[in-house]
């Protein structure tokens, strides 16, 4: 059974830093994608970044490219997202996902979610 968990969510203000942390288990870690979605209040639930574990290839939304950041320690089977220069509008649910997908972003095309760790930034 695939289970992934979150963790490493806070309130900050705009401008700092939060690492997000997502742990697998039972799957084959070596061959999948790892996503890490979001979702604001009254807002569908969107791609923000991902990585392909076997190739190590990584995929960031426009809205995060340069500031955030997807990595992985293989040894651990687990999956970071290091967010920097945070802003308030980075305000959301966060969820890590896995599945195997050639469209990245595409949220229903990952069958395993974790439980979602909240990251608020205020202004």
């Known amino acids: 059974q695939v289970q992934l968990v979150e963790s490493g969510g806070g309130s900050v203000q705009a401008g700092g830093s939060l690492r997000l942390s997502c742990a697998a288990s039972g799957y084959t870690y070596s061959s999948i994608c790892m996503g890490w979605f979001r979702q604001a209040p009254g807002k569908e639930r969107e791609g923000v970044a991902a990585i392909y574990t076997s190739s190590g290839s990584t995929f960031y939304a426009d809205s995060v490219k340069g500031r955030f950041t997807i990595s992985q320690d293989n040894a651990k089977n687990t999956v970071y997202l290091q967010m920097n220069s945070l802003k308030p509008e980075d305000t959301g649910m966060y969820y890590c996902?896995?599945?195997?997908?050639?469209?990245?972003?595409?949220?229903?095309?990952?069958?395993?979610w974790g439980q979602g760790t909240q990251v608020t930034v205020s202004s």
């Open positions: 996902a896995a599945g195997w997908t050639g469209s990245w972003w595409k949220s229903n095309e990952y069958n395993r």
